[in-house]
């Protein structure tokens, strides 16, 4: 079974610019979950999208958001950016939402902002 | 959540066991926790989770004290691709709080 893809891989952006990030789940999976990972900040959490809804969301700013379509697929955009946003951002599928359920992360994509 | 305790690095010989500790002092009777390791900036890999019981697979086990208060990720025979920071993290929401793991160095 193919694991979480990510597109793109890599990304360069100036800042003010506006930035859109693709992850596709494992097929079957219906909870796709965002996190951005920084050297500073470390692994944070964004997001959780299940059957089209936010579920949980961690504590950013408005400039990030994101949605899901109906076969699971996910987007996050970064609005109006800014250098701070240079980062890893990855991707996570499950099963189902919820505690015990286990999550697969994607490669991720790593955001470059000048 | 509960706040997970580890430590900042580890160094362990080709082919031995690596145990990795890790203190929830803090847990919560239906806090899991999950072990991920990340290996130079891929993205992080599930290893093992568990609630009470201990568990194994074929990656690792994991040993969870009666009190639940602290566990020990096992690595039975590390290799040098086992090199990377292993995160313990104590769940009860749909979000994986990371802390700043542990970074276990394997060597030959």
């Known amino acids: 079974k193919a694991g979480v893809t990510q597109t793109p891989r890599y990304l360069i952006k100036t800042r003010g610019q506006q930035v859109t990030l693709s992850c596709s789940p494992i097929?079957?999976?219906?909870?796709v979950s965002w996190y951005q990972q920084t050297p500073g900040q470390g692994l944070q959490f964004l997001f959780e999208y299940f059957s089209e809804t936010q579920r949980n969301k961690g504590n950013f700013p408005g400039r990030f958001s994101g949605r899901q379509f109906s076969n699971s697929r996910s987007e996050m955009n970064v609005s109006t950016l800014e250098l701070g946003d240079s980062a890893l951002y990855l991707c996570?599928?499950?099963?189902?939402?919820?505690?015990?359920?286990?999550?697969?992360f994607g490669p991720g994509t790593r955001l470059l902002v000048l | 959540d509960a706040k997970t305790t580890q430590p900042t690095s580890m160094d362990c010989a080709e082919g031995r066991a690596a145990n990795l500790p890790c203190n929830h002092s803090t847990i919560s009777g239906n806090e899991y926790v999950y072990w991920y390791r990340q290996i130079h900036s891929q993205g992080p890999q599930y290893i093992i989770h568990?609630?009470?019981n201990n568990e194994t697979n074929e990656m690792a086990s994991l040993i969870i004290t009666e009190d639940r208060k602290s566990s020990t990720l096992i690595l039975p025979h590390a290799t040098l691709r086992d090199t990377a920071v292993y995160y313990c993290i104590v769940r009860v929401r749909n979000a994986l709080i990371f802390g700043k793991g542990t970074t276990l160095s394997v060597s030959s």
């Open positions: 568990g609630l009470k």
């Open positions: 996570a599928s499950s099963t189902q939402t919820g505690r015990g359920e286990t999550q697969y």
């Open positions: 097929s079957g999976h219906r909870s």
